[in-house]
C-alpha cells in the first residue's frame, strides 16, 4: 500500500508560510518526514519561477530595445490569461517528470506550490490543471487573513533578493489589487477538511491555519503539521488512495 503523498497541491496567500513549510520539510530526513507527515522524498514545482522569469525576460527586452511582451515596467502582466498559462507550465513540468521515470511517483512525491487571488483565482487555476495531476491529489491550504499576509510579505522582504523563493517581497499596492480577497472560503464551505470537485475529480483538503504563526518555530511547526497532513492522508485513503 502507498505510504506517501503523490502530489501535494500547497496554496494560500503570498508570505503566507508556504515556502517556510517547504523549508521545513527539506530538513527533515527522508524516513522522517515519510513516517510522520506521508511525504516521500519530494520535488517542488513553483509557479513563482515562471512568473520571475517572465518579468526578467521583459526587462531584458527593454534593455536590449525592444518592446516587452508580456509584462509592465512596475512587473503586472499585459494579460491576466498568464495566470493559466503559468499552471499549464506545472502541468508541463509535472508531466516530464513522469516521462523520464514513469515510476517516478512510486517512491518520490511532488510538492505544487502557488497562490492565487480574486472572486475566482483558485477556482480557475484548478480548473486548468491537468487530470494526471488531480486524480493524484491532495491540497493543504495555508491560511492566514490578509492583513496578516500582507505585514509577513513586508517582513520577508530582503533588498536584491526579489527572484529568491523565501525572500521575494511585493509592493502593498500589489497585494492589495491581486490577493487582498480569494475565493477558498467559498470553495472549502468553510471547513478545515473535505473535498473540493474539480471537473470530475474529488480532490481531499486539509487547511494548515498558520495565525497564530507556527512558520517560524520549528518546535510549534512539526507537530503542527503532522495533524493537517495527518487529516489529509485519512481523507486521501477514505477517497481510495492516491
Do not use: C
Amino acid at each position: 500500500m502507498q505510504d506517501a503523498f503523490q502530489v501535494l497541491i500547497l496554496i494560500g496567500r503570498p508570505a503566507a508560510g508556504k515556502s517556510e513549510v517547504i523549508d521545513f520539510l527539506k530538513k527533515l530526513g527522508d524516513d522522517e518526514r515519510r513516517a510522520q507527515l506521508h511525504i516521500a522524498p519530494f520535488e517542488e514545482i513553483d509557479d513563482f519561477v515562471w512568473v520571475w522569469q517572465l518579468f526578467e525576460d521583459d526587462d531584458v527586452r527593454e534593455r536590449l530595445g525592444r518592446e516587452r511582451l508580456n509584462t509592465t515596467r512596475d512587473h503586472h502582466f499585459n494579460d491576466p490569461f498568464l495566470w493559466n498559462f503559468l499552471i499549464g507550465k506545472i502541468n508541463l513540468e509535472f508531466d516530464k517528470k513522469l516521462a523520464r521515470d514513469p515510476d517516478f511517483l512510486s517512491t518520490h512525491t511532488v510538492v505544487v506550490e502557488f497562490s492565487r487571488g480574486g472572486e475566482n483565482g483558485f477556482a480557475e487555476a484548478f480548473s486548468y490543471l491537468s487530470d494526471n495531476i488531480l486524480r493524484r491529489a491532495g491540497i493543504v491550504y495555508v491560511g492566514v487573513p490578509y492583513e496578516e499576509s500582507l505585514r509577513r510579505n513586508r517582513r520577508r522582504a530582503r533588498p536584491g533578493q526579489e527572484s529568491s523563493i523565501l525572500y521575494h517581497s511585493l509592493q502593498d499596492s500589489k497585494m492589495e489589487a491581486l490577493y487582498k480577497t480569494n475565493d477558498w472560503e467559498k470553495l472549502s464551505g468553510g471547513q478545515p477538511e473535505g473535498f473540493i470537485k474539480i471537473k470530475d475529480v474529488q480532490v481531499p483538503f486539509a487547511v494548515f491555519q498558520n495565525e497564530p504563526e507556527k512558520t517560524d518555530n520549528p518546535a510549534k511547526l512539526g507537530p503542527a503539521l503532522q495533524i493537517v497532513f495527518g487529516r489529509l492522508w485519512a481523507l486521501t485513503n477514505a477517497n481510495g488512495g492516491k
